[in-house]
């Protein structure tokens, strides 16, 4: 029979003896209870310093109890759908060996920056990445059949998070740190070669809707100088160092990918971190 450990806390609560009855309860000896045949294991907060924002992540505790429970130290944990990397995360931390497969760049890019905060040493990890857009003829391939695939790629490329709503005019959110204080720059990605004025002026609307003090441009091709007007109109942000930011800020695809240029903003928060 496999029994878990009696807490020392109900150890102190209910004072027994071995194979005795007390207060009409029949207490086991030392060698534990009988597990329940559930975990009771919380979901992962809205600010917990964990969440990624990947849809399907689970919770640390979660894969520490299941790798504790099905391995020792020094042997290999697999995972072939490792998604945002929780199991990785939690494996090394348990001194495990580890190897992670998905299926989408993405998911990559995510447990990349994760492990970045957990590892001084990552340049040393063995990153295979079959599938990713290699070059700007990949990337343009990929915005061509994968728009929404694209869309995700890049913003997660320059730090942002994806919006997964359906909501016209955010594509996705970069979170930076101001004064102490965590602060929104809104994200629109476009990959047409003609971009009017007034695609910035509507973006500058839902910036004063969403109340986000910067505004982050994606451009497949360099802004034109309707935009680029456009933009300067709005003004700067000035952060409490007296730093100043253009509000709007353009950035194109090949900056991204071949300079791996960010956006200009005070103090970026990589995704996931709280």
């Not at 689970?58 to 990397?85: H, M, Q, T, W, Y």
């Not at 995360?89 to 190897?99: S, Y």
């Not at 910036?207 to 933009?231: C, D, L, Q, S, V």
Request: charged content about 30%; aromatic content about 8%.
């Amino acid at each position: 029979v496999i029994r878990i450990p009696i807490s020392i806390a109900r150890q102190k609560r209910i004072k027994y003896k071995d194979n005795q009855f007390k207060s009409g309860k029949a207490m086991s000896n030392n060698l534990g209870k009988i597990p329940e045949d559930y975990w009771n294991i919380s979901i992962i907060g809205s600010t917990a310093k964990e969440r990624t924002g990947y849809p399907t992540q689970k919770p640390e505790a979660l894969l520490e109890r299941i790798i504790k429970a099905s391995s020792n130290e020094g042997d290999i944990v697999l995972d072939p759908f490792c998604g945002c990397g929780t199991a990785l995360i939690v494996a090394e931390k348990l001194k495990r060996k580890w190897i992670g497969i998905d299926i989408t760049y993405l998911a990559v890019d995510v447990l990349k920056n994760r492990l970045q905060k957990l590892l001084s040493n990552i340049e040393d990890i063995n990153f295979i990445e079959d599938g990713e857009p290699g070059g700007m003829a990949g990337v343009k391939h990929m915005a061509k059949y994968d728009k929404k695939g694209f869309e995700k790629f890049i913003i997660r490329k320059i730090g942002g998070v994806p919006n997964e709503k359906l909501d016209e005019g955010v594509d996705g959110y970069l979170f930076f740190k101001d004064g102490g204080k965590d602060k929104i720059a809104l994200i629109q990605e476009t990959v047409n070669k003609a971009v009017s004025p007034d695609k910035v002026r509507d973006f500058r609307g839902t910036m004063n809707r969403e109340e986000a003090p910067m505004g982050i441009f994606i451009t497949m091709y360099e802004p034109t100088r309707g935009m680029i007007k456009e933009a300067n109109g709005m003004g700067i942000y000035k952060d409490s160092f007296g730093n100043e930011y253009p509000k709007m800020q353009f950035i194109t695809v090949r900056n991204i990918i071949e300079e791996e240029k960010k956006p200009y903003v005070p103090q970026l928060k990589p995704h996931g971190d709280k």
